[in-house]
């Protein structure tokens, strides 16, 4: 199972990003082997639609959940047409390790 989780840099140990379309960087974390890679957010750049943008690239990206502060409206209607569970974290976790072990049990709520 793969989950995505909005990050302001590239490792476990970055600050989460409240902000789902507009953050600079994806942690793509596997649960079933604890494998993770940092992936720039390409649509942080687009003038409008990047929470639509982003949400291709998670459903691209074939998760099952996706992890942030907040997610737009139209990001919230992509992932949902695409059957990915959004869950939101607030400013408490800072790091992307503590949103994982959040994810893990079940602390995070769903958006």
Known sequence: ???????????????????????????E????????????NDAVKESSG??????????NRHASAAISGRFGPNAQRALS??????LTFDETYETIQSVIEGYKSNRLKAF
């Open 1 to 27: 199972m793969i989950i995505l989780i909005s990050s302001k840099g590239e490792t476990l140990q970055s600050q989460p990003n409240l902000r789902f379309g507009r953050a600079p960087f994806y942690i």
């Open 29 to 40: 974390y596997n649960l079933s082997d604890d494998a993770w890679t940092a992936h720039r």
């Open 50 to 59: 990047a929470g639509v943008a982003a949400s291709q690239f998670i459903i």
């Open 81 to 86: 047409y695409a059957d990915i569970k959004m």
